[in-house]
């Protein structure tokens, strides 16, 4: 490989939360017992040395004496159009359709403050990533879950029975769509996303699609933009994206929407707006340029393949050596998520014992309960393999023994 996903870096000290809030603080993982260093597989940011080229553009602007106020460049807007043309095959997008954020879920409150009142209703499907249900809880709004469901071959699907179900009965006019969808991994089909689009189309449901994982596909796998299976999902979706889980950015800060409806678009600039805080830093930009180059596809693209490595590797582990534990294997995203069902019944266990046997050997992995995963794990696989290989020879000695 041109790049380097194999180097175990040394992040103490370095700003990083995966590391330093270690056994720190009441919602991260227990620190790990003498004898075992932290291998971080909670927190959704990446262990693996940056893409050169944003580096390099962030330093040639630094070389610049000056960083007073200034407008998103051409270059920003065209880097952006560029990637979402090549990567997902995105077409009629202009700049005016995008706009800045300084976060997805600031995105998503932005936009639900434009949809909705608050103490409505919002439809979400189960599992859910954490963010969602702290974002809306904290501003006001009440999820509604419709559980996601495995099939024959552990393959999460939607229900669209009961989605339709908990739109009427709870007169839902906003819905919250994730893909590829966290933190099951799941990369949803064009017939799926067309089937959910029909049902939010026939009830009238505006869509913000969360789309922040795009980049992030086994080989083979396709993103299938919400915005593009139809006119009518194109108008009525609000769909959020940024470079910060594909590049590891995610402390510069800095994400975007593109939404089409022009009445949708103005209305949320004005809702950004109100609070006078959601403005672009001019390093994130040109780490945004950086990151959608030439480059950066190249970049992507050994990463995917890195990361198929570390799930492919883990999967077969836990098949072949966790009896009990179980897991679909993800088709986008870097996280797993394992369920430990099978496990804790054989064993007489709780997840609590599993969680902290985990952190005593310093596997800091994340509890799937907050993610409505009742006898789930949440394990990021974004590190080098050798990481992921001592990661599971420490399950299988210290954690799930019989």
Known sequence: MKYDFTTILDRRGKDALAIDAIGKTDWGPGGPKEGFDAIPMWVADMNFPVLPA??????RRIQHPTFGYFYPTDAYYNAII???????????????H??????????????LNVLCSRGDKVLVHSPTYVGFTASLKNNGYDIVHSPLTQD??????????????????????????????????????????????????KHDV??????????????????????SVSEDARMRTLAMYAPSKTFSLAGLVGSYHIIYNKKLRERCDKE???????????????????????EGHVWVKELNETIAGNVDYICDFIAKNLPGVTVSKPQGTYMLFVDCK???????????????????????WQDGRNFHGKTHLRLNLALPLSRVQEACRRMKEYIFVD
């Open 82 to 96: 560029d990637w979402q043309a090549r990567r997902n095959g995105v077409t009629g997008l202009e700049p005016q």
């Open 272 to 294: 950004s707006s109100l609070g006078h805080y959601n403005f672009m830093n001019v390093l994130s930009m040109h780490a945004l340029i950086g990151a959608y180059s030439e």
């Open 98 to 111: 995008i706009g800045y954020e300084n976060g997805v879920l600031g995105g998503v409150v932005t936009a």
């Open 54 to 59: 944003i580096q390099e553009a962030m330093i």
């Open 206 to 227: 505006n869509v913000i699609s969360d789309e922040i994982w795009s980049d992030i596909l086994r080989p083979g796998v396709r993103h299938i933009p919400t915005q």
């Open 152 to 201: 024959e071959n552990g393959i999460w699907r939607m229900d669209f029975a009961d989605m339709e179900k908990k739109i009427v009965d709870n007169h839902i006019h906003a819905a919250i769509f994730c893909s590829p969808h966290n933190p099951t991994g799941r990369v949803w089909e064009r017939w799926e996303i067309e089937q959910a689009m029909e049902l939010f189309r």
């Open 342 to 364: 099978g496990w804790l019944e054989a064993h007489g266990k709780t997840m609590d014992d599993v969680l902290h046997a985990g952190w005593d050997a310093g596997v800091a």
